[in-house]
Protein backbone atom coordinates (compact mmCIF):
# COMPACT_ATOMS: atom_id res chain seq x y z
CA UNK A 1 0.00 0.00 0.00
CA UNK A 2 2.56 2.46 1.21
CA UNK A 3 4.27 1.92 -2.17
CA UNK A 4 1.43 3.07 -4.45
CA UNK A 5 0.78 6.02 -2.10
CA UNK A 6 4.28 7.11 -2.74
CA UNK A 7 4.02 5.95 -6.33
CA UNK A 8 1.47 8.78 -6.47
CA UNK A 9 2.92 11.03 -4.49
CA UNK A 10 5.81 10.86 -6.93
CA UNK A 11 3.34 11.37 -9.92
CA UNK A 12 1.59 14.05 -8.63
CA UNK A 13 5.30 15.74 -7.82
CA UNK A 14 6.44 15.53 -11.29
CA UNK A 15 3.32 16.56 -12.81
CA UNK A 16 4.03 19.78 -10.71
CA UNK A 17 7.42 20.07 -11.85
CA UNK A 18 6.80 19.54 -15.30
CA UNK A 19 4.21 22.17 -15.45
CA UNK A 20 5.59 25.43 -17.43
CA UNK A 21 3.09 27.50 -14.58
CA UNK A 22 4.62 26.30 -11.66
CA UNK A 23 6.80 29.24 -10.30
CA UNK A 24 10.25 28.77 -9.69
CA UNK A 25 10.11 28.97 -6.18
CA UNK A 26 7.96 25.77 -5.96
CA UNK A 27 10.63 24.25 -8.19
CA UNK A 28 13.36 25.33 -6.02
CA UNK A 29 11.48 23.25 -3.42
CA UNK A 30 11.40 20.66 -5.53
CA UNK A 31 14.91 20.48 -6.74
CA UNK A 32 15.73 18.99 -3.55
CA UNK A 33 13.28 15.82 -3.76
CA UNK A 34 14.72 12.37 -3.12
CA UNK A 35 13.29 11.29 -6.40
CA UNK A 36 15.53 11.90 -9.55
CA UNK A 37 12.88 11.65 -11.80
CA UNK A 38 10.92 14.81 -9.51
CA UNK A 39 14.69 16.50 -10.52
CA UNK A 40 14.56 15.64 -13.74
CA UNK A 41 11.94 17.28 -14.24
CA UNK A 42 12.70 20.53 -12.47
CA UNK A 43 15.93 20.74 -14.52
CA UNK A 44 13.79 20.12 -17.71
CA UNK A 45 11.48 23.34 -16.92
CA UNK A 46 12.34 26.64 -18.64
CA UNK A 47 10.44 28.37 -15.53
CA UNK A 48 13.45 27.24 -13.11
CA UNK A 49 15.62 29.68 -11.92
CA UNK A 50 19.11 29.72 -12.72
CA UNK A 51 20.33 29.14 -9.40
CA UNK A 52 18.28 26.46 -8.89
CA UNK A 53 19.68 25.22 -12.20
CA UNK A 54 23.27 25.77 -10.68
CA UNK A 55 22.25 23.63 -7.73
CA UNK A 56 21.06 20.96 -9.88
CA UNK A 57 24.06 21.40 -11.73
CA UNK A 58 26.01 19.32 -9.19
CA UNK A 59 23.31 16.74 -8.37
CA UNK A 60 24.31 12.78 -8.71
CA UNK A 61 22.21 11.84 -11.48
CA UNK A 62 23.60 12.05 -14.78
CA UNK A 63 20.14 12.72 -16.01
CA UNK A 64 19.07 15.75 -14.31
CA UNK A 65 22.77 17.27 -15.06
CA UNK A 66 22.14 16.22 -18.52
CA UNK A 67 18.85 17.95 -18.65
CA UNK A 68 20.55 21.40 -16.77
CA UNK A 69 23.14 21.13 -19.99
CA UNK A 70 20.34 21.66 -22.26
CA UNK A 71 18.45 24.44 -20.70
CA UNK A 72 18.36 27.25 -21.69
CA UNK A 73 18.20 29.17 -18.14
CA UNK A 74 21.46 27.90 -17.11
CA UNK A 75 23.99 30.39 -17.20
CA UNK A 76 27.40 30.66 -19.14
CA UNK A 77 29.17 30.11 -15.22
CA UNK A 78 26.98 27.26 -14.58
CA UNK A 79 27.95 25.52 -17.84
CA UNK A 80 31.74 26.62 -17.51
CA UNK A 81 31.94 25.13 -14.21
CA UNK A 82 29.89 22.00 -15.29
CA UNK A 83 32.55 21.47 -18.29
CA UNK A 84 35.12 20.95 -16.05
CA UNK A 85 33.67 18.73 -13.16
CA UNK A 86 31.42 16.75 -15.85
CA UNK A 87 32.89 13.31 -16.63
CA UNK A 88 30.32 12.31 -18.92
CA UNK A 89 31.15 12.98 -22.37
CA UNK A 90 27.01 13.55 -23.61
CA UNK A 91 26.56 15.87 -21.09
CA UNK A 92 29.45 18.01 -22.31
CA UNK A 93 28.03 17.82 -25.32
CA UNK A 94 24.96 18.69 -24.27
CA UNK A 95 26.89 22.06 -22.81
CA UNK A 96 28.11 22.84 -26.18
CA UNK A 97 25.06 23.18 -27.74
CA UNK A 98 23.31 25.40 -24.82
CA UNK A 99 22.39 28.83 -26.15
CA UNK A 100 24.45 30.27 -22.95
CA UNK A 101 27.86 28.45 -23.69
CA UNK A 102 30.18 30.75 -23.87
CA UNK A 103 33.09 30.67 -26.46
CA UNK A 104 35.45 30.17 -23.99
CA UNK A 105 33.82 26.82 -22.29
CA UNK A 106 33.14 25.81 -25.97
CA UNK A 107 36.51 26.45 -26.77
CA UNK A 108 37.41 24.18 -23.56
CA UNK A 109 35.00 21.53 -24.56
CA UNK A 110 36.61 21.10 -27.97
CA UNK A 111 40.26 20.95 -26.44
CA UNK A 112 39.26 18.56 -23.67
CA UNK A 113 37.54 16.21 -26.82
CA UNK A 114 40.86 16.57 -29.06
CA UNK A 115 42.75 15.25 -26.02
CA UNK A 116 40.66 12.91 -25.27
CA UNK A 117 40.88 11.27 -28.47
CA UNK A 118 44.33 11.40 -28.45
CA UNK A 119 45.27 9.55 -25.40
CA UNK A 120 42.96 6.66 -26.57
CA UNK A 121 44.77 6.10 -29.73
CA UNK A 122 47.16 3.40 -29.54
Known amino acids: ?19 IDTSPET ?6 DENYEVRWYVANNPN ?5 LDYLSRDIGWEV ?7 PNTTPETLKQM ?8 IKAYIKTNPNCSKETYKYLCAVE ?8 H
Open 1 to 19: MFSICRSEHVESLVNIASN
Open 27 to 32: LDELSR
Open 48 to 52: TSPET
Open 65 to 71: RWRVAKN
Open 83 to 90: SIDEEDNY
Open 114 to 121: ILNSLTTV
